[in-house]
């Protein structure tokens, strides 16, 4: 079961980029948002611009549909299914861009 759970994650990576790959990369290069330790973006920065906002939240909510999705196929809680992938996201953000520390701090990777 956790193979088809990390295929499913993988897959999920995979996906993400391709829908806002220019937008989301500048984005995280330039601080406004990074990957929080739940499995979603989260704001770095609170002054970040609207459209950073609204990037924010496309994505989160395609996230959690997916989180969900893969949660029902294996049996698993939601929250697990993004636990798995936030794991995963940490290890395949680029250094110099942010992630949530186990204690909610932001930091460089």
Not at 32 to 44: F, R, T
Not at 67 to 75: D, E, L, M, P, S
């Given at each position: 079961?956790?193979t088809?759970?990390?295929?499913?994650?993988?897959?999920l990576?995979?996906?993400?980029?391709?829908?806002?790959a220019?937008?989301?990369?500048?984005?995280?290069?330039?601080?406004?948002?990074?990957?929080?330790?739940?499995?979603?973006?989260?704001?770095?920065?609170?002054?970040?611009?609207a459209?950073?906002?609204?990037?924010?939240?496309?994505?989160n909510?395609q996230?959690?549909?997916?989180?969900?999705?893969?949660?029902?196929?294996?049996?698993i809680?939601?929250?697990?299914?993004?636990?798995?992938?936030?794991?995963?996201?940490?290890?395949?953000?680029?250094?110099?861009?942010?992630?949530?520390?186990?204690?909610?701090?932001?930091?460089?990777?």
């Amino acid at each position: 079961m956790k193979t088809l759970i990390k295929a499913c994650v993988l897959g999920l990576l995979l996906m993400m980029p391709t829908a806002f790959a220019a937008d989301l990369s500048t984005a995280k290069q330039q601080g406004w948002i990074g990957e929080q330790n739940n499995g979603y973006l989260g704001l770095v920065r609170s002054d970040a611009p609207a459209d950073v906002k609204a990037l924010l939240a496309s994505v989160n909510a395609q996230r959690k549909a997916e989180f969900t999705q893969i949660a029902r196929k294996n049996g698993i809680a939601e929250a697990e299914a993004a636990r798995i992938f936030a794991r995963e996201a940490v290890t395949r953000t680029s250094p110099g861009n942010y992630i949530q520390s186990p204690s909610g701090a932001w930091v460089k990777k």
